[in-house]
T-cell receptor
Framework: EDQVTQSPEALRLQEGESSSLNCSYT??????LFWYRQDPGKGPEFLFT???AGEEKEKERLKATLTKKESFLHITAPKPEDSATYLC???????????FGAGTRLTVKP | GAVVSQHPSWVICKSGTSVKIECRSL??????MFWYRQFPKQSLMLMAT?????????EQGVEKDKFLINHASLTLSTLTVTSAHPEDSSFYIC?????????FGPGTRLLVL
């Protein structure tokens, strides 16, 4: 069965304290691995798409990487405004629909 | 990025009434849109795939007669929650695909009293 698992469930960091969020997946026929940011009461905001193992993408303090089994979202020197829930999702070749992980709630304290 | 809007942003209704939620792609055409629901502190659960000009595809366990989906044009999909009950209270989010990436609307919070 296709599964997307994120860890940790919650992460509290001090401003400037770098860390990584994990997304492990078992999806047959992976089409793409997506990262989204979701603020409370809002829809997810697209961050990155990764298509193949070894691929990396960066945006400001965020960098996403992908292996054959998992993806990492690295946050370098985070700021309080980076506080949000980060969701990863995997899409399959068959339907192009996406399976979401449960998310990591990130809190960055000043 | 592509912009997807939803209307209304929140709605309160009485048990037994029907509620319609609109999802629009503002700056692109979408032959396929997706509908999700999200409970507090939980992730998004795909409800159905909405296809322009044809019937929606529902996920297992989602009642198609309760959650009516209409995708009448390339920029509009609607979700109607029929005979709503308190357990239907949730956050409903739609998305549309542009070059294999799904862009999400801001969501609609439904509260059924």
């Amino acid at each position: 069965e296709d599964q997307v698992t994120q860890s940790p469930e919650a992460l509290r960091l001090q401003e400037g304290e770098s860390s990584s969020l994990n997304c492990s997946y078992t999806v047959s026929g992976l089409r793409g691995l997506f990262w989204y940011r979701q603020d409370p009461g809002k829809g997810p905001e697209f961050l990155f798409t990764l298509y193949s193992a070894g691929e990396e993408k960066e945006k400001e303090r965020l960098k996403a990487t992908l292996t054959k089994k998992e993806s990492f979202l690295h946050i370098t020197a985070p700021k309080p405004e980076d506080s949000a829930t980060y969701l990863c999702a995997a899409s399959r070749h068959v339907n192009n629909d996406m399976r979401f992980g449960a998310g990591t709630r990130l809190t960055v304290k000043p | 990025g592509a912009v997807v809007s939803q209307h209304p942003s929140w709605v309160i209704c009485k048990s037994g009434t029907s509620v319609k939620i609109e999802c629009r792609s503002l700056d692109f055409q979408a032959t396929t849109m997706f509908w999700y629901r999200q409970f507090p502190k939980q992730s998004l659960m795909l409800m159905a795939t909405s296809n322009e000009g044809s019937k929606a595809t529902y996920e297992q366990g989602v009642e198609k007669d309760k959650f009516l989906i209409n995708h009448a044009s390339l920029t509009l999909s609607t979700l109607t929650v029929t005979s709503a009950h308190p357990e239907d209270s949730s956050f409903y989010i739609c998305s549309a695909t542009v070059r294999e990436t799904q862009y999400f609307g801001p969501g609609t919070r439904l509260l059924v009293l």
